[in-house]
């Protein structure tokens, strides 16, 4: 059988594979790089980065559930200036395709984070993240607020001519109107689904088991509520949309795809099996082998509903 085409576009940004490293969850590609090979990757998105270093939230930040993680992480990163210098080299030499994600507390930083990195060469698009529900201004605010995320995609629109994608999140009943505002002001596609609100107690000190109370759930447990919500989007809106939420192996992968999802971003199975974007790759592949399928772009949304 000829080779599998496992290449997939997102808007005008074309990726060799459907398979992104998830934000938050390998730093900027180095903390990862000594366990997998990541030029075999479609994409690598780095942790959310504001205009200037973010400490986050103080420690316990995260914690372990059924079937999946609560953290609190509260955005901590090197921030704008120290990503350019110090972190931008390292990522220039990987053969994959670069997504700064970005996160803010006002439009205004978006947009001036948006200014900054627009001349950078090395990456090839921007996720916008309007969804941490772990920061006390900004993030949960921007992404309940429909005429924000609204704002947010058009004033970075007016700034890059790089692909847009604004991830959204899974803490409201309508995530499709959010995507649809998202389309109707030039974003090139949508992300989904950044982590859903919890909490968890310790029994005998009666305290939260995370200092910030409450933190994002992710892993295998939000699988279901990820799939429904790209479902929603896929049905009303015409938009890519790339899936996220509690993918672990191949098969969660290809169902996000069947349900309407260009690509897929795997997060906490990083930290579980670092290896997992490379045998994710390889269980697509011999999937497309069996079900004699030649381009892997045929499955997204081949639902049949
Ligand atoms: C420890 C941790 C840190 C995260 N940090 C960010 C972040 O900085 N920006 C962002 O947009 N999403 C962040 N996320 C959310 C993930 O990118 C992803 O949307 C979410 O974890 C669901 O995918 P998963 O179930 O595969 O982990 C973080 C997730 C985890 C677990």
Same mark, same amino acid.
């Given at each position: 059988?000829?080779?599998?085409?496992?290449?997939?576009?997102?808007?005008?940004?074309?990726?060799?594979?459907?398979?992104?490293?998830?934000?938050?969850?390998?730093?900027?590609?180095?903390?990862?790089?000594?366990?997998?090979?990541?030029?075999?990757?479609?994409?690598?998105?780095?942790?959310? #980065?504001?205009?200037?270093?973010? $400490?986050?939230?103080?420690?316990?930040?995260?914690?372990?559930?059924?079937?999946?993680?609560?953290?609190?992480?509260?955005?901590?990163?090197?921030?704008?200036?120290?990503?350019?210098?110090?972190?931008?080299?390292?990522?220039?030499?990987?053969?994959? /395709?670069?997504?700064?994600?970005?996160?803010?507390?006002?439009?205004?930083?978006?947009?001036?984070?948006?200014?900054?990195?627009?001349?950078?060469?090395?990456?090839?698009?921007?996720?916008?993240?309007?969804?941490?529900?772990?920061?006390?201004?900004?993030?949960?605010?921007?992404?309940?607020?429909?005429?924000?995320?609204?704002?947010? /995609?058009?004033?970075?629109?007016?700034?890059?001519?790089?692909?847009?994608?604004?991830?959204?999140?899974?803490?409201?009943?309508?995530?499709?109107?959010?995507?649809?505002?998202?389309?109707?002001?030039?974003?090139?596609?949508?992300?989904?689904?950044?982590?859903?609100?919890?909490?968890?107690?310790?029994?005998?000190?009666?305290?939260? $088991?995370?200092?910030?109370?409450?933190?994002?759930?992710?892993?295998?447990?939000? $699988?279901?509520?990820?799939?429904?919500?790209?479902?929603?989007?896929?049905?009303?809106?015409?938009?890519?949309? #790339?899936?996220?939420?509690?993918?672990?192996?191949?098969?969660?992968?290809?169902?996000?795809?069947?349900?309407?999802?260009?690509?897929?971003?795997?997060?906490?199975?990083?930290?579980?099996?670092?290896?997992?974007?490379?045998?994710?790759?390889?269980?697509?592949?011999?999937?497309?082998?069996? /079900?004699?399928? /030649?381009?892997?772009?045929?499955?997204?949304?081949?639902?049949? #509903?």
């Amino acid at each position: 059988m000829n080779e599998i085409d496992l290449s997939v576009n997102i808007g005008s940004l074309k990726l060799k594979n459907p398979v992104m490293l998830a934000s938050g969850t390998v730093g900027y590609g180095n903390e990862i790089s000594e366990f997998t090979d990541l030029s075999k990757i479609g994409a690598i998105v780095t942790k959310s #980065i504001s205009l200037k270093p973010r $400490k986050g939230n103080p420690p316990q930040r995260i914690t372990e559930t059924p079937s999946g993680m609560l953290n609190a992480i509260g955005l901590a990163n090197v921030g704008v200036e120290e990503f350019i210098t110090h972190k931008i080299p390292f990522l220039k030499k990987i053969n994959s /395709t670069l997504i700064c994600n970005i996160a803010a507390s006002s439009i205004e930083e978006y947009i001036e984070c948006v200014e900054i990195l627009e001349t950078q060469e090395t990456i090839k698009g921007f996720e916008i993240n309007v969804s941490c529900p772990n920061v006390k201004e900004g993030g949960l605010i921007f992404g309940n607020d429909i005429n924000a995320v609204g704002r947010i /995609t058009e004033k970075v629109r007016a700034k890059t001519n790089k692909p847009i994608i604004i991830k959204l999140s899974p803490n409201n009943s309508n995530i499709s109107d959010y995507a649809e505002v998202v389309k109707k002001e030039g974003g090139d596609a949508v992300s989904a689904i950044n982590t859903l609100v919890g909490t968890a107690f310790d029994i005998y000190s009666r305290k939260p $088991k995370i200092k910030n109370i409450t933190g994002g759930l992710s892993g295998p447990a939000i $699988k279901p509520v990820a799939l429904a919500k790209v479902l929603e989007i896929s049905r009303k809106v015409d938009i890519p949309i #790339i899936g996220i939420g509690g993918i672990f192996d191949w098969k969660d992968a290809v169902e996000f795809m069947i349900v309407g999802a260009s690509a897929f971003q795997i997060g906490t199975v990083n930290f579980v099996n670092p290896r997992a974007s490379l045998e994710i790759i390889e269980g697509l592949k011999k999937y497309c082998e069996e /079900t004699s399928i /030649t381009k892997i772009s045929d499955l997204i949304a081949s639902r049949i #509903i």
